[in-house]
């Protein structure tokens, strides 16, 4: 197991590796030119259902080596089980979350999920944001960001490097505590030698590959829905009508409108019966 010593594991400095003044000060000044609304309430970039499969395809080989030193070895043993764990790809573009389902649930409201930007232009500074713009591990306070949005948690985000030494993604984790900081640290650090590791032993082959097909159908899909959105496709999937929905629900009509969609929107579809056969070959019913 890769954390065998996780009681001798010490808390790392993270003082170090905070981000100074003047760095950050360049990093608002370029949100404020761009037009980053600090008030910003939910990410306002998320890639479409069909997108994201590209996605999660082209990067097979990122998520059949870091997901399970993630799920198996460094979110066990975090104290807090919201904190929030984020792989991302080189550009910024989330593949994989794993956190309680609460957590995850309120990230969903806030468009956060496989296929969100975390990008400086899109959400403003932020810790994956700054990593991938100083090309190292970077650990930034709640107040610290530029959006309220991110303003309750404190953040490490450290880049995953290839074999060739290459940039190819970026490991963040996030939390409402300061106190875990220098804890999470050291398991972040622990985490990335190991994925590093892991990734040069690993062979660029159809057969090395193949396993990522079993994982892409379980942990990566996550819940792509909210909890009203999944209710609402179960009762369109049985056959209720608009209004029997909003009455079995208790909610207008126009909201049930919306909620139809936004799923529309997340899967990539323009209408109930291809809305339906979606959910079926995803197994959204099946939750």
């Not at 590093?196 to 892409?216: F, H, N, P, R, T």
């Amino acid at each position: 197991m890769l954390f065998e010593q996780l009681k001798q594991l010490k808390k790392a400095d993270y003082d170090k590796f905070l981000i100074p003044s003047q760095i950050l000060e360049a990093s608002y000044k370029r949100c404020r030119d761009k037009g980053v609304k600090v008030e910003l309430a939910q990410m306002p970039r998320i890639l479409s259902h069909p997108e994201v499969d590209k996605l999660l395809e082209k990067y097979k080989l990122l998520l059949l080596v870091a997901w399970p030193v993630i799920s198996e070895d460094l979110y066990p043993n975090f104290t807090d089980e919201d904190q929030l764990i984020i792989l991302c790809n080189h550009e910024g573009y989330a593949v994989a979350l794993m956190s309680s389902p609460k957590a995850l649930e309120l990230c969903y409201s806030m468009n956060i999920g496989p296929g969100t930007c975390f990008r400086e232009e899109v959400c403003g500074t932020n810790a994956i944001a700054l990593a991938m713009s100083l090309g190292k591990t970077v650990v930034i306070r709640g107040e610290q960001h530029y959006c309220r949005l991110f303003k309750d948690w404190s953040c490490i985000a450290a880049p995953l490097r290839g074999p060739g030494g290459d940039i190819i993604g970026y490991l963040d984790v996030s939390m409402d505590s300061e106190e875990e900081l220098g804890h999470t640290l050291a398991l972040v650090q622990l985490a990335v030698k190991y994925i590093e590791e892991k990734m040069g032993e690993k062979q660029l082959s159809d057969e090395s590959l193949k396993g990522a097909d079993i994982l892409l159908d379980n942990p990566f899909k996550l819940r792509i829905l909210s909890i009203r959105e999944r209710e609402v496709i179960r009762l369109m999937a049985g056959g209720q009508t608009i209004s029997e929905i909003a009455k079995a629900m208790r909610i207008s009509q126009e909201t049930v409108k919306t909620y139809c969609k936004r799923i529309y929107k997340k899967l990539g579809v323009n209408r109930k019966s291809d809305c339906l056969k979606k959910a079926r070959e995803l197994r959204l019913l099946d939750e």
